[in-house]
């Protein structure tokens, strides 16, 4: 059962454009959602954490949305650059700060 | 220096070997994950601790254990690594929900088993 759905899976943009990557979970129980870049073969880089009472976050050029009653969350990133290739990931946190993952959605920005 | 530190980083050995990945923190957590990664499947939680004298079962424990020695070190064992465990292992750390605050993740152990 995929309880977090990444779309698209794979996203591949020139330089400059704005972009939007969704996620979606089948539960709306969460304590908070967060979204995360890894680079290949790396560690989970934070970008952004949405508590369940809040809507969004911002930072830089990267804004986050959270509606909990469709069980939505939306990546926004403005401009976007070569070093935003990466895969990025939207867990939703449960009681205990666990983790649940999708499968991400890799992007990649072309010069 | 890292604030989640994994080892080692990379890893290969044979089936029917016991294993051990070792994890350090200094967030000062009392929160402790252990998640593998695999392609296509995402992250799962293998095990997780709350405090040094707590240890549950994540998603997928079957053919693992762990140890926490310590707030700061939380230790996952392979007792007889079979080749399906071959994956990306990754040890995070976290303050109490509703802290606002992140997991803190590893670089993550590559392990291979032959």
């Known amino acids: 059962k995929q309880e977090v759905t990444q779309i698209p899976a794979a996203l591949s943009v020139p330089e400059g454009e704005n972009l939007v990557l969704n996620c979606s979970f089948t539960?709306?129980?969460?304590?908070?959602l967060q979204w995360f870049r890894q680079d290949p073969g790396k560690g989970l880089t934070s970008l952004l954490l949405?508590?369940?009472?809040?809507r969004e976050q911002t930072s830089g050029r990267l804004n986050a949305s959270l509606d909990k009653s469709s069980g939505r969350s939306t990546l926004y990133i403005a401009a976007s650059q070569p070093g935003d290739s990466a895969t990025y990931l939207c867990?939703?946190?449960?009681?205990?700060?666990?983790?649940?993952f999708g499968e991400g959605t890799q992007l990649t920005v072309n010069p | 220096d890292a604030d989640v530190t994994q080892t080692p980083r990379n890893r290969i050995t044979k089936t029917g070997k016991r294993i051990m990945l070792e994890c350090s923190q200094t967030k000062g957590h009392d929160r402790m994950y252990w998640y593998r990664q695999d392609p296509g499947l995402g992250l799962r939680l293998i095990y997780y601790?709350?405090?040094?004298?707590?240890?549950n079962k994540g998603e997928i424990s079957d053919g693992y254990s762990v140890s926490r020695q310590a707030q700061a070190k939380f230790s996952l064992s392979l007792e007889s690594a079979i080749p399906n465990q071959t994956a990306l292992y990754f040890c995070a750390t976290s303050a109490p929900t509703g802290s606002g605050e992140p997991q803190h993740f590893g670089d993550g152990t590559r392990l291979s088993i032959l």
């Open positions: 539960d709306s129980a969460i304590y908070n």
């Open positions: 601790s709350f405090d040094v004298k707590d240890i």
């Open positions: 949405i508590q369940s009472s809040q």
């Open positions: 867990p939703r946190a449960t009681s205990g700060s666990r983790l649940t």
